[in-house]
């Protein structure tokens, strides 16, 4: 039984970004940040449930003016943050996705109280190998291309920082077009592909948790 002393002492989690941490088709308890939390718990790290700012569809800049609006957001103790999907989506330029993605980073950074030892990005997932692409009839190579540019520059990003980053993209793009990968859209992940994030991000987020404040 969980004291309230225990509670109060629990660390705090911030999710940021759009349908990949919202969890859209999923029920609540697969997302990702709630799976990561799960698992967190039971290697003997108290961490609340997540708190999640992310909606379908949100580009970097809609992002931004959900967290002006959300203001004060707070501090926390870990902060990650996926974003960027609906940039390449729409077709905007990866010099755009640099500058405000950067800008999300350092605000993320902030709100984990100046600790970018304790703020984690995860990749951006190839949709280009879904059936939903297929149906659409996207050219799968180029949407490949772009993503890949949006990750590498998310990296660059990332060490520039020192955050770390979580290349969940080989997982996704290996896996992503399993019907047991995906939600009913055809498009989303299901709760076993955000268990393969939730796997990559673990042992990387642990670390990162024990290590001395």
Not at 9 to 37: H, K, M
Not at 96 to 113: H, M, N, P, S, V
Not at 165 to 189: N, Q
Request: aromatic content about 8%.
């Amino acid at each position: 039984m969980n004291t309230d002393a225990e509670h109060t002492a629990a660390l705090t989690f911030l999710a940021l970004g759009d349908s990949y941490t919202i969890g859209e088709g999923v029920a609540p308890a697969q997302r990702w940040p709630v799976q990561l939390t799960r698992d967190l718990r039971a290697t003997g790290i108290a961490l609340d449930e997540p708190h999640i700012v992310a909606t379908t569809g949100w580009t970097t800049d809609e992002l931004a003016s959900a967290m002006d609006a959300a203001e004060p957001l707070g501090q926390w103790d870990l902060v990650s943050l996926l974003i960027g999907v609906n940039n390449q989506y729409r077709g905007r330029s990866v010099d755009d996705y640099r500058a405000e993605f950067e800008a999300l980073l350092q605000r993320a950074i902030g709100l984990a109280r100046g600790r970018s030892d304790r703020v984690f990005v995860l990749a951006i997932p190839d949709w280009g190998v879904t059936p939903f692409a297929a149906a659409q009839g996207r050219d799968a190579a180029r949407i490949a291309h772009e993503l890949d540019a949006y990750n590498a520059t998310a990296a660059d990003i990332c060490a520039r920082h020192d955050v770390a980053f979580v290349d969940t993209a080989p997982v996704s793009r290996r896996r992503g077009a399993e019907p047991a990968m995906l939600a009913e859209d055809g498009l989303h992940p299901s709760g076993a592909l955000y268990a393969e994030w939730k796997n990559a991000a673990l042992p990387i987020v642990r670390q990162m948790l024990e290590q001395a404040e």
